[in-house]
DNA sequence: TTGTTAAACGGACCGACGGTCCGTTACGTT
DNA sequence: AACGTAACGGACCGTCGGTCCGTTTAACAA
């Protein structure tokens, strides 16, 4: 790749990284606006994403390899935790991405699932809730769990106080994957 | 309303139902398409719905009625198989109605979540789950099951038979409400 | 039946946006 | 220095949501 074209795509990526944390709604974002705010021509843009989603997939792929690198740094502890702490780093991400997650979930042809972090992430949740449901249930739930963190769900909590929907999201966490729950088991 | 703005209103409604039923990607459906299936003019409509979220919000309300008059009716049996039909029957309607669901889901600004079906399920589900987890977990559970039905995640799983998808949602809304599943309880 | 009025109609029109095209520019190589 | 090729950039296009306004027509009163 030549050295104009790499300057260029990260120009693109900064700008469009930075309109979209300071939009509200990420469809005011147009690609005008991102070519104009990274000093490119559409053209430039388009040839090198090929369209919008395109974009918008490159920057949240780039945004999401910190949050799955340093989860896959984390080892130990039982499955519960690993859940925990899998499901409370993607809610983090989420509230601290709203727009551009926004702007990936809302893109329309399955965009939210056919993406590198959603795969991943589900087979991981998949994996570490078949040990104690079994595979069958498993991939269900996984998708579940990655539905209660939707991030327009996210976005309509969003006057919630976030340990309040920490908590939410781990007292699920624990429900799936072993439906207990408050101190007192609920089968008896 | 005069007899005519009756007239039209039926004509558009059914007219955009027919198409949503057809399309199978929502945000193909134009409303210029609408307005001439309908035979009306592009005036009329936006006059009678306001915009294109007030025409999807309008047929998505009208085809919801049905299904909540209907789970109206049902009374008897515990919390457990309360959410459990809740939750069937709006599976189903998201299989049954899959574009127009998706469409609603897609519009952004917060639409899932500001509409008079989602309010009335969630309010119920809240209810019942708070009989076995308490007030304050229920209200997020509510969401979290809601999710897990989102037209885009049931169309993700298109491919499944219905009754694996089916049985994965009673899975989740046991494990939510009481957290056993199997026959075997988890907790010793 | 006829006249009047206000509401409804409909389609030409507009601005914005995603995406394309192609003449121009500049990087890398020999 | 010269050349070929890849990248550039912005004018341009089609489509779509939404508006405007001249025309029609339902509703009602005389």
Redesign the interface.
């Known amino acids: 790749m030549r050295a104009d074209a790499v300057r260029n795509r990260e120009a693109v990526l900064q700008a469009a990284g930075r309109l979209f944390d300071t939009a509200d709604?990420?469809?005011g974002v147009s690609m005008d606006d991102v070519a104009a705010a990274a000093g490119v021509g559409k053209g430039t843009l388009f040839r090198r994403f090929g369209d919008r989603a395109g974009l918008i997939r490159a920057l949240y792929e780039l945004r999401t390899e910190r949050m799955t690198a340093e989860l896959e740094g984390e080892g130990g502890g039982d499955a519960v935790d690993a859940v925990a702490r899998t499901m409370d780093a993607l809610l983090r991400f989420k509230i601290e991405n709203r727009a551009l997650s926004?702007a990936l979930e809302?893109l329309?042809?399955?965009s939210?699932?056919t993406n590198a972090a959603y795969g991943g992430l589900h087979a991981r949740l998949a994996a570490l809730i078949a040990a104690?449901?079994?595979p069958e249930?498993a991939?269900?739930?996984s998708?579940?769990l990655l539905?209660?963190v939707?991030s327009?769900?996210v976005?309509?909590?969003a006057d919630w106080p976030d340990d309040?929907?920490k908590s939410?999201?781990q007292?699920?966490v624990?429900?799936?994957l072993?439906?207990?729950?408050?101190g007192a088991?609920?089968?008896r």
């Open positions: 709604d990420p469809a926004r809302s329309g042809g399955g939210p699932y104690t449901r079994g249930a991939d269900f739930l998708h579940a539905a209660a939707r327009d769900l976005d309509h909590l309040r929907l939410g999201v007292t699920l624990r429900s799936v072993r439906g207990e729950e408050r088991p609920l089968c």
